[in-house]
Each structure stands twice: as structure tokens, then as C-alpha cells.
């Protein structure tokens, strides 16, 4: 049985490559998403006094956060945030995602945790970019584009594929996850039921449809 058990994960192993143009394509969509937010926004939009909360940035407890290696100064701050921005830049090239991986989810870790006027997609980006850091410290490629170029069948290379296959299925499993509870949660909610709350969202004006979508969309809503 367990040698059956053991040929059949054997087999799963070798029949799929964690470290594809796919999963790079994801680490980079990730890394751009931040990283628009960080080159279209003042850092005195993320770094402000807040209700209850007088000293910025956020680093009680946050020693690790590079914005918290920095002294409290715009000046520093800004400085700080160009470097999140050439961090992200590499990321997004592909180069080396033994090295970019951790400085990703780095920055990620940083933003998330420092900043302020955050939304759920930096959660989700911080989350995402620590369960991709064993997948890229196992990816040995120099571009994260490039076919893989080691001996599938080698023990150490089984190893890593293990590591990061698991990994990857920690991912799918998490982002299922996030989507069954949004979808799940609005059932209990009767303004998401009757539509209200559909409504109400995008006519927003700042979270809604463009206006050029909303004069298609108002005879529907």
C-alpha cells in the first residue's frame, strides 16, 4: 500500500512544473499592483496621524518593516518608498526569485502593516507573497519566464517540486477561501439579496463604475 501510495505522488510530482511563465506572470501582477499604488499616491497618504493614533508610521511590534528602519520624516519616508519601488520593478522583471521572492513579500510585510488607508488587497497581497516565498527560494531559474532547466528526476529537485506544489495548493486553497466568504457572508445580508447594496456600490463615486459604463449599466440597476 505504501509503496502504491508512494508511486502515485511520485508520479504527481513529476508530472507537473511549479515554476512556470504562469506562476511568474502572478508573482509580477502582484508586485505591479502595489507598486502602482505606491508610484500614484503621496507617501503623506499612507503616513499620517489617524483616529486614536498620533505617531506614524505603524511600527508597534514592526521592527522588520522597512518603513520602520527609517526615521519618522517624510523625507526618510519617501526614500524608504523608492526603494519598495525598485524592489518592485525586479520583481516584476522576473529576476532571480530566490532573492525577489522574500524582498517582495518584504515590501508587501511593510506596506500592509506600516501604512494607512489600506484596503483588503494588501492583506491579500502580504498573505500571498510569505505562501510564494518557499515556491521561489526552490525555483532555481534566473527569470522567472524561462522554461525549467534541471533534472526533474534528481532527489533534491523532487524535494523542491514537493515544497512547492504544496505550497501552491495552500494558495488555491486560501483564495477559494477568501472568495467563499464574500459570496457566503452576502446570503445573510438583505441588501445584497434585494440588490440594495449592489446599487449603492456602484453608483459610488469614488468606488463605482466609470460613467461611461454607469449610462449602460443604470437601466439595470
Known sequence: MYQNLGLKIHNWVIGQNPWTNVYGFARSLLALSTLLTLLLNDVTTFFRPIAGVDTYPNCANNSISLFC?????????????????????????????????????WVAYSFQTSAVTLDGGEQVAQVLTLLLVPITLTDSRKWHWKNVESNKYSV???????????????????????????AVA??????????????????????????????FADPIL
Open 69 to 105: 528602519l527609517v526615521p519618522a520624516d517624510y523625507f526618510y519616508l519617501n526614500i524608504a518608498k523608492w526603494i519598495a519601488i525598485v524592489i518592485l520593478f525586479v520583481t516584476i522583471s522576473g529576476w532571480r526569485p530566490r532573492i525577489t521572492g522574500v524582498l517582495h513579500w
Open 186 to 215: 452576502k446570503y445573510f445580508e438583505v441588501e445584497w439579496i434585494d440588490g440594495t447594496a449592489l446599487y449603492y456600490y456602484l453608483s459610488d463615486p469614488m468606488l463605482g463604475l466609470p460613467g461611461f459604463l454607469k449610462t
Open 156 to 182: 533534491k529537485n523532487l524535494h523542491a517540486r514537493v515544497v512547492a506544489l504544496i505550497f501552491l495548493g495552500c494558495i488555491k486553497f486560501q483564495v477559494s477561501i477568501i472568495y467563499f466568504h464574500a
